[in-house]
C-alpha cells in the first residue's frame, strides 16, 4: 500500500504511523496558532547524519510552532523526538531505503485540516524530491493557515522540471484564501533557477523574507534555502549557525496580519 504516489505519513506521540491518502477526511479542531505571533523553524537536516542535529529540534522544540524539514528520515532518534515532546509529523517520503523513509516532514503541535503531498523524480539520477501542503485552523477566524515545505529537484539540464514541481505545488497554494508560508531547500543555484522562482512567488503574491546577515548555505554563490509569506507580518528572521547538518537552520516569526488583503 506504500506504493499509492500521493500518501503521507503520519507520526504522533502513543500512535501507530498512519497512512494518510488524498481526500482522506482529518478531524482537527485545535487552532495550530493561538496567539498573533509564531515562529517557524526551517532546516535541511541532512539525513540526521550527524548525531547531535537532534539537539537543535530540541532546543527549539517549544519555541517554533512549525518546523520543516527537508532530508528528513524516520530513524529512531527523530521519532523519539516527535513523541518525547508530544508533536504531530507529517512525512512525504520521497523513497525508503533499508525501511527508514526520507523525504520532507512538516511537525506541529495540532492536527491540519488538510493536506496535499508532491513526489517529483530528479531527471537524472530518478529520485524522487517531495513535497507537503498542510492546512492549520487560528484561533478565532474563519480563515487558515497554509504551510509548504519543499525539497526542490537538484540533479537537471535546464529548468523544465524544476518549474513543473514548483509551479504544481504554487497552483494549490493560489487557491487559498488565507495566510501562505512557503519554505524550504529550493536548490536555486543558478541564475534561471533564482528568476524562475522568484517570477513565480510573485505571481501569487508571496514576498520573501531576508536575513541582515545572511549565511544560508549556498552552491555557486546562491543561496538554496528561502522562506516566502503571504497575509502575515513579518517579525524577525534569523539563521542558526550550525555544524550539525551542511544547512544552517531558518528561523523566521511573524505576526498575523489583522487586515490582509489578498
Do not use: C, W
Given at each position: 500500500m506504500f506504493k499509492k504516489r500521493y500518501y503521507t505519513l503520519r507520526y504522533q506521540a502513543s500512535s501507530e504511523v498512519e497512512l494518510i491518502l488524498p481526500n482522506q477526511p482529518i478531524i482537527g479542531n485545535k487552532p495550530l496558532i493561538e496567539h498573533t505571533s509564531f515562529s517557524i523553524l526551517v532546516w535541511n537536516i541532512f539525513k540526521q547524519k550527524r548525531s547531535d542535529c537532534i539537539d537543535i529540534l530540541q532546543q527549539y522544540a517549544d519555541k517554533a510552532k512549525l518546523i520543516l524539514l527537508q532530508e528528513a528520515q524516520t530513524t529512531p532518534p527523530l521519532l523519539n523526538f516527535i513523541s518525547q515532546y508530544n508533536k504531530i509529523a507529517d512525512h512525504v517520503p520521497a523513497y525508503c531505503f533499508n525501511d527508514i523513509y526520507a523525504g520532507v516532514m512538516t511537525i506541529s503541535d495540532s492536527l491540519p485540516t488538510s493536506l496535499f503531498s508532491f513526489r517529483e523524480k530528479e531527471p537524472l539520477i530518478r529520485v524522487p524530491k517531495s513535497a507537503l501542503i498542510?492546512?492549520?485552523?487560528?484561533?478565532?477566524?474563519?480563515?487558515?493557515?497554509?504551510?509548504?515545505?519543499?525539497?526542490?529537484?537538484?540533479?537537471?539540464?535546464?529548468?523544465?522540471?524544476?518549474?513543473?514541481?514548483?509551479?504544481?505545488?504554487?497552483?494549490?497554494?493560489?487557491?487559498?484564501?488565507?495566510?501562505?508560508?512557503l519554505a524550504g531547500d529550493f536548490n536555486a543555484w543558478s541564475k534561471q533557477r533564482v528568476d524562475l522562482l522568484y517570477n513565480l512567488v510573485r505571481s501569487i503574491e508571496l514576498k520573501p523574507v531576508s536575513f541582515s546577515v545572511d549565511i544560508r548555505k549556498k552552491f555557486m554563490?546562491?543561496?538554496?534555502?528561502?522562506?516566502f509569506y503571504r497575509g502575515l507580518r513579518l517579525d524577525t528572521a534569523e539563521i542558526i549557525s550550525t555544524t550539525t547538518s551542511d544547512h544552517n537552520p531558518l528561523l523566521v516569526s511573524f505576526r498575523l496580519d489583522l487586515h490582509p488583503q489578498y
Open positions: 498542510t492546512i492549520y485552523p487560528i484561533n478565532h477566524s474563519k480563515q487558515q493557515l497554509l504551510v509548504a515545505n519543499i525539497h526542490a529537484v537538484n540533479f537537471s539540464i535546464g529548468i523544465k522540471i524544476y518549474r513543473q514541481q514548483i509551479r504544481m505545488l504554487l497552483t494549490r497554494i493560489k487557491e487559498h484564501n488565507g495566510p501562505v508560508i554563490g546562491r543561496p538554496l534555502d528561502f522562506v
